[in-house]
């Protein structure tokens, strides 16, 4: 009789460790799953203002690019060498 009372005692605080753990191991990895939900969202908040503001500089240098360009540009100059007869 005592022997099958040990035994249940025993199977009974293995099942009650294995629920904890299961119930443990199930509210980490929904914390997890939470904390990387919550930073996918900013990641992707972040993502879609940083592509605003490319889109607005490339807008704005799309618009502006021949203005900027136009100090690089070498101002023609006349050649004095070179054959008579051309001159």
């Given at each position: 009789?005592?022997?099958v009372i040990a035994v249940g005692v025993v199977a009974g605080n293995?099942?009650?460790l294995n629920a904890v753990a299961f119930?443990?191991?199930r509210a980490l990895?929904?914390?997890l799953d939470l904390l990387k939900s919550e930073l996918a969202l900013q990641l992707e908040e972040r993502l879609t203002?940083?592509?605003g503001y490319i889109t607005?500089?490339?807008q704005s240098m799309k618009s502006n690019?021949?203005?900027s360009?136009?100090?690089l540009i070498p101002s023609p100059a006349k050649v004095q060498s070179g054959l008579p007869i051309l001159r």
């Open positions: 009789m005592i022997k293995l099942l009650a119930f443990g191991y990895t929904g914390g203002e940083e592509y607005k500089d490339l690019l021949l203005g360009q136009e100090k």
